[in-house]
């Protein structure tokens, strides 16, 4: 595992973008992306028509609609499959399950308190043995204590925010001489100090997260205005990323704007809102007719580069803070919408399906693949899902009650005649997939993998290896696991358990959230303190690794404490959460955006 593969949460090592001349890589991801992809059967490659033809429908997106609807997609989850019920089949009860969300208060302590006592002041904490580590040679920036310090807020735990918030005052200090992720960093730390200032109005808050983001500024001065992926906060300039060419991850890039948004709103300041909102408009500007967006984007000349098509890793936020852009201006900005309601047709036609045996739904990846011949590319279609995806269960709920909805707000649970027909069917398909990640936490562990894999007719299994519709590629009994096998405490199933719990009030959404919690303390809990990462989560007892990530205690065990929360915490339509469970408060903006 490459040391910054547990940090680097929307990134692993394995994606680096392949090395192919500009020109063809344009044209094949045109290609794609407005030339349609039809489906027969499962797998089809499809043949892009290169050049001439591909220019000709980029330059006319029009025509490329009418391809697509000629080549025709298959949407499985896009027609409705249940009627309305018309009445609730369950008591919707929002008040608070005391007991339970106790218990994950409890939780919260047993990892703050050991990383309080073993590693105070490093960025990320390893339980086992009991030591902490820094991102930087130069010396940490505080990463687990300020990803936490919100939750200590939300958790009324005053004594724990007291020691933090003294860190932070006596110790906390950016001008680090070192290379820090553009974009971890903002959601991180900068996303923390935002949110602990809204909680506190404590002026100490607001200072810091201005003195951070003057240092991240200068990671946004290049041609194109897209970010670099790394930052020299010392010396205040980008470093590019030369493991993958200088390119710069389509996630990271787009997934700094509430941030710097709303500090705009709290300093007066416009240069930070320009600078994040700038980036939306390269995107928009490099424009892909399916509102889909490769995973790797060129920050000298802000185009979408050919590479993976995917809500996973590199890829994820993007499709988030899309929609989060839009409720976070108070549904005022509609170019926010209308690419979100682009990329969620997109997602429709290409990359979902249902799996073959029970027919849950997943979200595949398109993969660029080089043709016999050498010369031109095809894309594949994997049935490869991260856990990362699963944080889109919820957004597509959420999304379909806000951009879906004919009046809102909707009810609780809402009617389908309250929808249009695209927001019931991106209800529909976030219900679906949340059921889905909530599937694949059947394992030995009951906790769920880094990556599934769906089967597929052709892959010819052996049925008694693995539960019927999904599996991890590569596990054998008897030999070391693979990569995907591990679970490192992530947020996203929970998180999209909390948003259909608090849009439904179906309770089952609670006791799924109970289950997950309760296999986490387990297999994950250290009984010195802390929690660990497990190497396979099908093997009992669980291997630990020797490291706790800071979402543990921003992500996890804040969206668990909220969904036992009674439901008048932090309302979904007061709040919006940041990719790292920061949240933001939602207002009318003042400055209005200058593209469309
Ligand atoms: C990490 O950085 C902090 C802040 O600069 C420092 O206090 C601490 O000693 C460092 N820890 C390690 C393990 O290097
Ligand atoms: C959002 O807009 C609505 C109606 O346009 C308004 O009533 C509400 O106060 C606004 N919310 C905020 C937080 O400004």
Not at 268 to 284: C, H, L, N, P
Not at 430 to 444: F, I, P, R, Y
């Amino acid at each position: 595992m490459p040391s910054d593969a547990g940090l680097r949460k929307r990134k692993k090592g394995n994606n680096s973008a392949k090395v192919k001349s500009e020109a063809e890589e344009q044209d094949a991801l045109v290609g794609l992306l407005n030339g349609g992809t039809g489906k027969t059967g499962f797998f089809l490659y499809i043949a892009l028509v290169l050049g001439t033809a591909g220019f000709v429908l980029w330059q006319n997106p029009s025509w490329s609609n009418q391809l697509l609807s000629f080549f025709g997609s298959s949407t499985p989850s896009g027609t409705p499959t249940s009627a309305p019920t018309g009445s609730t089949p369950y008591v919707v009860d929002f008040t608070a399950d005391v007991p339970k969300r106790q218990a994950v208060v409890d939780a919260f302590k047993h990892a703050w308190l050991a990383y309080e006592r073993d590693a105070m002041g490093a960025d990320e904490y390893h339980p086992i043995s009991h030591k902490g580590s820094n991102l930087s040679d130069a010396g940490g920036i505080g990463y687990t204590i300020v990803d936490s310090i919100d939750t200590m807020q939300i958790m009324g735990l005053t004594d724990e925010y007291e020691r933090a918030r003294d860190w932070v005052e006596k110790k906390l200090d950016f001008n680090k001489d070192g290379k820090f992720n553009t974009f971890e960093t903002t959601i991180r730390v900068l996303g923390g100090l935002l949110s602990a200032y809204h909680f506190s109005s404590d002026p100490l808050f607001l200072d810091k997260a201005k003195d951070l983001a003057d240092r991240i500024l200068p990671a946004f001065d290049t041609p194109s205005g897209l970010p670099v992926s790394m930052i020299n906060l010392a010396q205040r300039v980008g470093v590019s990323d030369v493991d993958n060419r200088g390119l710069v991850s389509t996630a990271e890039a787009s997934t700094l704007q509430l941030e710097f948004r709303y500090l705009s709103l709290l300093t007066d300041d416009e240069e930070y809102w320009r600078k994040a909102e700038k980036v939306m408009q390269v995107i928009k500007g490099a424009h892909l007719a399916t509102g889909l967006a490769s995973i790797f984007m060129n920050p000298e000349d802000g185009r979408f580069v050919l590479a993976a098509i995917r809500l996973g890793s590199r890829g994820d936020s993007y499709y988030e803070y899309l929609l989060k852009q839009y409720i976070q201006t108070n549904m005022t900005e509609l170019v926010y919408r209308d690419m979100y309601d682009d990329a969620m047709n997109g997602v429709h036609q290409h990359l979902i399906q249902k799996s073959y045996k029970a027919g849950l739904i997943y979200i595949s990846e398109l993969i660029p693949e080089h043709n016999r011949m050498g010369s031109d590319i095809t894309w594949r279609l994997s049935p490869k899902q991260d856990h990362l995806v699963c944080f889109f269960g919820g957004s597509l709920m959420l999304g379909a009650t806000v951009t879906g909805a004919i009046n809102p707000p909707v009810s609780i649970p809402p009617q389908q005649h309250e929808f249009t027909e695209q927001g019931w069917r991106d209800w529909n398909t976030g219900k679906g997939l949340t059921e889905t990640c909530v599937k694949t936490h059947d394992t030995a562990t009951g906790l769920s993998p880094e990556i599934v894999h769906f089967r597929i007719p052709r892959d010819g299994l052996d049925g008694t290896v693995a539960p019927d519709d999904w599996y991890i590629k590569g596990a054998r009994r008897g030999e070391p696991p693979p990569y995907d096998a591990r679970y490192i405490l992530r947020p996203e199933t929970v998180e999209s358990l909390f948003i259909a719990f608090r849009l439904t009030g179906d309770p089952r959404y609670r006791a799924q959230g109970w289950s997950i919690f309760q296999a986490i303390e387990k297999h994950c809990k250290v009984p010195t303190g802390g929690y660990a990462s497990i190497l396979n989560v099908d093997e009992v007892p669980a291997e630990m690794e020797d490291k706790m990530e800071t979402f543990l205690m921003s992500e996890t065990l804040k969206y668990l404490y909220l969904l036992f929360d009674d439901a008048t915490t932090l309302p979904l339509s007061e709040y919006v959460f940041n990719t790292e469970a920061h949240p933001l408060p939602i207002f009318n903006p003042t400055i209005r955006t200058g593209f469309s």
